[in-house]
């Protein structure tokens, strides 16, 4: 457990040291992200390999920081935390395997990168509701630069976008925060002391608070209407940066969600419930039915990130313990699957053809030329519709049982997005990688195709996040058996429907 807090530390020392480097090798800055990212994630699991799964958070450090309004330096940690800790060591490692080809100003990328990545650890054990609100923005600031310097495709509207989003829910889970404390007397962050100073709130209360804070941290999780800025961030992002959106920014936003605005609010959440469920289900089929239209490869993947996020989401709305802890394992799962879609798309295919519209690809008949990425895609693809053997079958599986149990409609509704997924990824898979059934005769005017190979990092990186998805494919407890206790904690009690499982 002590090793936790130092995923932080090591990832903010990390993008220090890079930043001191200015103008090295690109050879040496991509040496020392790997070194930080690898790092992190063994502390991660060094963490997990001593920790003892039981509800409420178990505290790693917690001292006074700034004492006027009571906020203190308050790490923690219980089994849904630790479960996206070890997300954002995966998403990070990965995410620097692919980024490999960076060579412009390296260094530089490379310190946003992990100034980035120490933001989400930070979030993800924070305990004191101020100290996260610092880490998220931590998390969020890095993002436009990283896109706006390294991307492509309209980066600059990209990452405006993206941020302008971003900040904009900041505002409300502020507002929120600062309402939230001065109910508890501003005698502290605390996210127990706000808990219960916030519950305690009438009704009439409740219902505007709720709405500031769900819909605040909403924004970053895709929520709908507020999702538009994802596929285009996604679509402007580096390769590298694009994993982290969908694997772990992505989740910073329903993190937030269920640790701060469902235990502060249960009066709220009831009052928007009903809408809530609504929002997710719209998100589900509406970016479902996007993707199947989109003819940039890139798009297709970006909508389908908010579709799958939208079942997160709609185990929040749904709020039965099986729900819930499907929807924290649907974090973990599309966290992986949506980087290794991301990195594909990316980087094994559109940095070798310079080219993401369906129509060129399909032309191109890429399985003969780049065999191992389309072999990671059909994979890819498989986990991504929920097949079983892979991550998201035991996660949506859970979020569609657990939502039956009190909305039935909204899991019959879900359960048509999983087939609109099933869909475009068929679609998109077939046009991309498997086009004419027979290869053009070469011309001299019209050459085969001469791509470079599958580097070492590349397949390093596809093997880490296919590992991971097919393990918790096959052996969702050994997440679950985290997940599950942490849901009896006392905060989240007010707030669930249902019987636990």
């Not at 409740?206 to 507020?226: D, I, K, N, T, Y």
């Amino acid at each position: 457990m002590s090793a936790l807090p130092w995923t932080i530390y090591v990832s903010l020392a990390g993008a220090a040291l890079l930043l001191a480097l200015g103008r090295a090798s690109p050879g040496v800055a991509r040496g020392l992200a790997l070194a930080t990212a690898l790092a992190g994630a063994a502390l991660g699991a060094a963490g997990a390999a001593g920790f003892t799964a039981q509800p409420g958070l178990q505290t790693l450090v917690d001292i006074p920081w700034v004492a006027g309004p009571g906020i203190r330096y308050h790490l923690a940690a219980d089994g849904i935390s630790l479960v996206l800790v070890l997300l954002t060591g995966l998403a990070a490692t990965a995410g620097v395997l692919f980024s490999w080809n960076v060579r412009e100003r390296a260094a530089e990328f490379f310190a946003l990168y992990f100034l980035l990545i120490g933001g989400v650890y930070g979030v993800f054990l924070s305990a004191d509701a101020f100290l996260l609100f610092v880490f998220y923005e931590i998390a969020i600031v890095p993002k436009y630069f990283l896109i706006a310097n390294w991307g492509s495709t309209n980066r600059e509207y990209g990452a405006m976008k993206l941020v302008l989003y971003s900040f904009a829910g900041s505002a409300l889970v502020l507002a929120g925060l600062l309402w939230a404390h001065a109910a508890g007397g501003g005698q502290g962050f605390g996210l127990a002391e706000l808990t219960r100073a916030a519950s305690a709130l009438p009704a009439a209360q409740q219902v505007p608070l709720f709405g500031l804070l769900f819909v605040g941290f909403g924004v970053l999780a895709g929520l709908f209407p507020f999702h538009t800025w994802a596929p285009t961030g996604h679509v402007a992002a580096p390769t590298g940066v694009s994993m982290l959106l969908a694997g772990v920014v992505m989740k910073l936003g329903a993190y937030g969600c269920l640790r701060v605005a469902l235990p502060l609010c249960p009066a709220g959440f009831a009052a928007w419930q009903p809408l809530l469920g609504g929002l997710a289900l719209a998100g589900i089929l509406y970016a479902g039915f996007v993707a199947l239209v989109q003819e940039d490869f890139k798009f297709v993947i970006g909508y389908s990130s908010v579709s799958h996020m939208g079942f997160v989401l709609l185990g929040l709305a749904a709020a039965t313990p099986q729900a819930l802890a499907g929807a924290v394992l649907q974090m973990f799962s599309h966290g992986v699957i949506a980087g290794l879609l991301f990195a594909v798309v990316g980087r094994m295919v559109y940095e070798r053809v310079h080219t993401r519209r369906l129509d060129h690809l399909q032309a191109l008949g890429l399985h003969r030329h780049l065999p191992f990425p389309a072999l990671v895609f059909v994979i890819a693809a498989l986990a991504s519709m929920g097949m079983p053997g892979f991550s998201g079958f035991p996660a949506e599986l859970s979020i569609l049982i657990g939502t039956w149990r009190t909305a039935p409609l909204w899991a019959l509704g879900a359960a048509a997005g999983v087939v609109i997924a099933a869909a475009f990824t068929l679609r998109v898979l077939q046009v991309s990688f498997f086009g004419p059934a027979e290869p053009a005769a070469p011309t001299e005017a019209h050459p085969p195709p001469a791509l470079d190979p599958i580097t070492w990092p590349e397949r390093a990186g596809a093997a880490l996040l296919l590992a991971a998805t097919v393990y918790v494919g096959l052996k969702p407890d050994a997440l679950l058996g985290w997940i599950l206790p942490a849901l009896h904690s006392p905060a989240l009690q007010p707030i669930l429907r249902g019987t636990t499982p």
